[in-house]
């Protein structure tokens, strides 16, 4: 009896607890493996795209200042569009209220109702990822999809502490690539995390592989696109303001416009979305308008819905425009130019990238900056025979033309920070610029082909150029054109690894015909010398991509690559003038600081051996000089310093010390009331500090 009681007590005990052990795996199952697992883990993995179109067809320039977008687009490279899916309002976040006021919510307009979001990767034309296609609740108070995981990446930065407000650039940044690359089911802008807008170059040890926060975890491609790695990623003046990417860590993308403009609040990305409901002036017929504005043509995938294109640009790297097709253009309302005339790109070749820009200077501002140039009394600055190389003054018998260099002048700092708004800079830092080159070509002189990026391969020189990692070198360079020279005259800039826009493969000329044409022509026979590198230039010329000077020209190419590398396809020389005389100046851009400015990256080892043999530091030429105002005498209360007569900062009582970098026989004036009363001369010291 007891032994039979003891086993149905048994029994009971037993069924209990397997009863208790059921309900506990069914409570905790969702943690541990949800059903869908597997199809979640495909998804993550998923490979990426890496497929590019070999040709792009050109397409007719336009005659008149042109709808910024194409109005057709390539079915071929779009993603597949998956059907709607419905996404249901989250919990209320305690951020919400100040997000609808800084989008300007309205009851019944969420600016990113109706729009998609396309990512392309910096310098790609086309999309590497695009928003799914959902539909949009019919309750015109609730948010978007894009509201609501724009909200989630706002909540998990800063752990939802730092007032919406209150965010930078930096923080927008963050979000932004936390939203499209880490988010996850209704909060992730992207399909499966963004996972085909990886990388495009070959990693290298990339930091991430072994953080011990990300130890098992996976995560987006798109996560090691924007953060290179440490070794890959040159460091800007505004690297220590960057905001990591939440629950990652990662260095986060900044986002630009097609146009280069870069997105630097929530403010201006809602006002964008807006935008993109209006199609552009001939995107679409009257007719084909809907009732709110869109039309299913152009920039749209289908019902209307509309897309806002963004070029997510990686951590230290710098925005490169991402042309598709010969005659395209790029309207730049943003940047502004004397008279307010409307200034856009249109490009002429796509290898190299090169792109017309128009009205971006004057003939005015021509006529001043060569009047300037032949005045210039500074040695380092004045007209004299171009030089070439990394360090020091060099001359190079294939480069016979003149040059000299405008750093401060009223017009090439105007023209330095009109570049830096074409290029994408929303702020302007003198340490990425050279001083305006202006170059002037008699008769006969030229330069042979060459890069504008700077070869140190062997890592010679105290800076780094090595800009596929950390190094900085010349990006981007724009010429600008001075005079009028007519077809046949001969002093044009010619791309020798492109071709003529337009031209058919089968009217290619080779060198040797376009060589023994010349000769036949006898029209440089008494010019240049038979077999010279001139003549060849001229052949050069007349076969290849070749850009013709006219008064207030201005042609914008890139010598990088989106990663960094060097674009061989930028070689480019100057063809001798045969008629005439060619005046021109040009600007460089670089990824990062340049040498002899604050930031600058250094080959370290190179320091060390040139300090322990007692050489110098290099760019000794350039000088720090400080200005302070002790408020010692009161007819300095309201000074202003000028270099030159170029107005640079309020020097009166209260006002900060005014650092610059500058040359010997630099002249600086302080103005009182718009009269001088002391002038300055840099001497050869390297440390100059002024007192007024």
Same mark, same amino acid.
């Given at each position: 009896?007891?032994?039979?009681? !003891?086993?149905?007590?048994?029994?009971?005990?037993?069924?209990?607890?397997? =009863?208790?052990?059921?309900?506990?795996?069914?409570?905790?199952?969702?943690?541990?493996?949800? /059903?869908?697992?597997?199809?979640?883990?495909?998804?993550?993995?998923?490979?990426?795209?890496?497929?590019?179109?070999?040709? /792009?067809?050109?397409?007719?320039?336009?005659?008149?200042?042109?709808?910024?977008?194409?109005?057709?687009?390539?079915?071929?490279?779009?993603?597949?569009?998956?059907?709607? #899916?419905?996404?249901?309002?989250?919990?209320?976040?305690?951020?919400?209220?100040?997000?609808?006021?800084?989008?300007?919510?309205?009851?019944?307009?969420?600016?990113?109702?109706?729009?998609?979001?396309?990512?392309?990767?910096?310098?790609?034309?086309?999309?590497?990822?695009?928003?799914?296609?959902?539909?949009?609740?019919?309750?015109?108070?609730?948010?978007?999809?894009?509201?609501?995981?724009?909200?989630?990446?706002?909540?998990?930065?800063? +752990?939802?502490?730092?007032?919406?407000?209150?965010?930078?650039?930096?923080?927008?940044?963050?979000?932004?690539?936390?939203?499209?690359?880490?988010?996850?089911?209704?909060?992730?802008?992207?399909?499966?995390?963004?996972?085909?807008?990886?990388?495009?170059?070959?990693?290298?040890?990339?930091?991430?592989?072994?953080?011990?926060?990300?130890?098992?975890?996976?995560?987006?491609?798109?996560?090691?696109?924007?953060?290179?790695?440490?070794?890959?990623?040159?460091?800007?003046? $505004?690297?220590?303001?960057?905001?990591?990417?939440?629950?990652?860590?990662?260095?986060?993308?900044?986002?630009?416009?097609?146009?280069?403009?870069?997105?630097?609040?929530?403010?201006?990305?809602?006002?964008?979305?807006?935008?993109?409901?209006?199609?552009?002036?001939?995107?679409?017929?009257?007719?084909?308008?809907?009732?709110?504005?869109?039309?299913? $043509?152009?920039?749209?995938?289908? !019902?209307?819905?509309?897309?806002?294109?963004?070029?997510? @640009? #990686?951590?230290?790297?710098?925005?490169?425009?991402?042309?598709?097709?010969?005659?395209?253009?790029?309207?730049?309302?943003?940047?502004?130019?004397?008279?307010?005339?409307?200034?856009?790109?249109?490009?002429?070749?796509?290898?190299?990238?090169?792109?017309? @820009?128009? &009205?971006?200077?004057?003939?005015?501002?021509?006529?001043?900056?060569?009047?300037?140039?032949?005045?210039?009394?500074?040695?380092?600055?004045?007209?004299?025979?171009?030089?070439?190389?990394?360090?020091?003054? &060099?001359?190079?018998?294939?480069?016979?033309? %003149?040059?000299?260099?405008?750093?401060?002048?009223?017009?090439?700092?105007?023209?330095?920070?009109?570049?830096? +708004?074409?290029?994408?800079?929303?702020?302007?830092?003198?340490?990425?610029?050279?001083?305006?080159?202006?170059?002037?070509?008699?008769?006969?002189?030229?330069?042979?082909?060459?890069?504008?990026?700077?070869?140190?391969?062997?890592? #010679?020189?105290?800076?780094?150029?090595?800009?596929?990692?950390?190094?900085?070198?010349?990006?981007?360079?724009?010429?600008?054109?001075?005079?009028?020279? %007519?077809?046949?005259?001969?002093?044009?800039?010619?791309?020798?690894?492109?071709?003529?826009?337009? #031209?058919?493969?089968?009217?290619?000329?080779?060198? &040797?015909?376009?060589?023994?044409?010349?000769?036949?022509?006898?029209?440089?026979?008494?010019?240049?010398?038979?077999?010279?590198?001139?003549?060849?230039?001229?052949?050069?010329?007349?076969?290849?991509?070749?850009?013709?000077?006219?008064?207030?020209?201005? @042609?914008?190419?890139?010598?990088?690559?989106?990663?960094?590398?060097? $674009?061989?396809?930028?070689?480019?020389?100057?063809?001798?003038?045969?008629?005439?005389?060619?005046?021109?100046?040009?600007?460089?851009?670089?990824?990062?600081?340049?040498?002899?400015?604050?930031?600058?990256?250094?080959?370290?080892?190179?320091?060390?051996?040139?300090?322990?043999?007692?050489?110098?530091?290099?760019?000794?030429?350039?000088?720090?000089?400080?200005?302070?105002?002790?408020?010692?005498?009161?007819?300095?209360?309201?000074?202003?310093?000028?270099?030159?007569?170029?107005?640079?900062? &309020?020097?009166?009582?209260?006002?900060?010390?005014?650092?610059?970098?500058?040359?010997?026989?630099?002249?600086?004036?302080?103005?009182?009331?718009?009269?001088?009363?002391?002038?300055?001369? =840099?001497?050869?010291?390297?440390?100059?500090?002024? =007192?007024?």
């Amino acid at each position: 009896m007891l032994s039979t009681g !003891g086993k149905g007590i048994g029994a009971v005990k037993t069924g209990v607890i397997c =009863i208790v052990a059921y309900l506990v795996g069914v409570a905790l199952s969702p943690h541990i493996l949800p /059903i869908d697992f597997v199809t979640k883990l495909q998804h993550v993995v998923t490979s990426q795209s890496e497929s590019t179109d070999a040709t /792009i067809p050109a397409a007719p320039t336009p005659t008149s200042p042109p709808v910024a977008l194409p109005k057709e687009k390539d079915a071929s490279s779009r993603h597949e569009t998956p059907p709607p #899916q419905h996404k249901s309002s989250p919990e209320p976040s305690q951020l919400e209220p100040s997000y609808k006021s800084i989008v300007s919510f309205e009851s019944d307009n969420d600016p990113f109702h109706g729009v998609g979001i396309v990512v392309h990767r910096n310098g790609e034309p086309d999309p590497c990822s695009r928003q799914e296609e959902t539909d949009d609740t019919d309750d015109a108070t609730a948010l978007s999809p894009t509201s609501q995981a724009l909200l989630h990446s706002a909540n998990v930065l800063h +752990d939802g502490k730092k007032p919406l407000d209150k965010h930078k650039k930096y923080d927008l940044d963050a979000m932004l690539t936390h939203a499209l690359a880490v988010g996850k089911g209704d909060n992730s802008l992207l399909p499966g995390q963004g996972n085909s807008c990886g990388r495009t170059w070959k990693e290298e040890n990339h930091y991430m592989d072994t953080a011990p926060h990300l130890k098992g975890k996976s995560y987006s491609r798109m996560i090691k696109f924007c953060d290179m790695g440490l070794d890959k990623t040159p460091i800007q003046l $505004d690297h220590g303001e960057l905001v990591a990417v939440p629950e990652i860590g990662s260095m986060p993308c900044h986002f630009h416009t097609r146009e280069g403009l870069r997105i630097t609040s929530l403010e201006q990305l809602a006002q964008l979305a807006r935008e993109a409901k209006v199609p552009a002036a001939g995107e679409c017929t009257e007719e084909e308008h809907s009732a709110d504005g869109t039309c299913g $043509d152009g920039d749209s995938t289908s !019902g209307g819905r509309r897309e806002l294109h963004l070029y997510a @640009v #990686q951590a230290g790297r710098v925005f490169i425009f991402a042309p598709k097709y010969v005659g395209e253009i790029f309207e730049l309302p943003h940047v502004k130019v004397p008279r307010d005339l409307p200034v856009w790109l249109e490009v002429i070749s796509l290898s190299p990238r090169v792109l017309d @820009v128009f &009205n971006f200077f004057d003939r005015d501002e021509s006529a001043a900056i060569v009047d300037k140039a032949t005045k210039e009394t500074s040695e380092t600055h004045r007209i004299k025979r171009s030089s070439t190389g990394a360090s020091g003054y &060099n001359v190079n018998s294939q480069r016979t033309s %003149e040059n000299g260099f405008d750093t401060h002048g009223t017009q090439a700092q105007a023209v330095k920070r009109r570049c830096m +708004d074409v290029l994408g800079f929303d702020t302007y830092e003198e340490s990425l610029t050279d001083g305006l080159q202006v170059l002037r070509y008699n008769k006969t002189t030229a330069y042979i082909p060459h890069l504008d990026w700077i070869d140190d391969y062997q890592k #010679q020189q105290e800076h780094d150029f090595d800009s596929e990692h950390m190094g900085s070198n010349r990006f981007a360079t724009i010429l600008l054109y001075m005079t009028d020279l %007519e077809e046949g005259d001969g002093g044009e800039t010619v791309f020798t690894q492109g071709w003529p826009a337009g #031209q058919a493969e089968e009217d290619h000329v080779q060198f &040797n015909d376009a060589l023994e044409a010349l000769r036949e022509s006898s029209e440089v026979e008494s010019l240049l010398e038979p077999n010279s590198w001139e003549e060849k230039m001229v052949a050069r010329c007349r076969s290849r991509l070749s850009i013709r000077p006219h008064s207030s020209r201005a @042609v914008l190419f890139y010598s990088q690559n989106p990663d960094g590398t060097p $674009d061989q396809k930028s070689m480019h020389g100057g063809c001798p003038v045969i008629h005439g005389e060619k005046w021109a100046a040009n600007l460089w851009v670089w990824n990062a600081p340049r040498g002899g400015f604050p930031g600058s990256p250094k080959n370290q080892k190179v320091v060390e051996r040139n300090r322990a043999a007692g050489k110098s530091p290099e760019n000794n030429l350039q000088k720090k000089a400080s200005f302070t105002n002790n408020q010692m005498d009161e007819g300095m209360k309201h000074a202003k310093l000028y270099f030159q007569d170029t107005f640079w900062g &309020n020097l009166g009582f209260g006002d900060p010390v005014l650092n610059v970098n500058t040359y010997e026989g630099h002249q600086w004036k302080v103005k009182v009331d718009d009269k001088t009363v002391k002038t300055i001369i =840099i001497d050869k010291r390297p440390a100059q500090p002024y =007192i007024i």
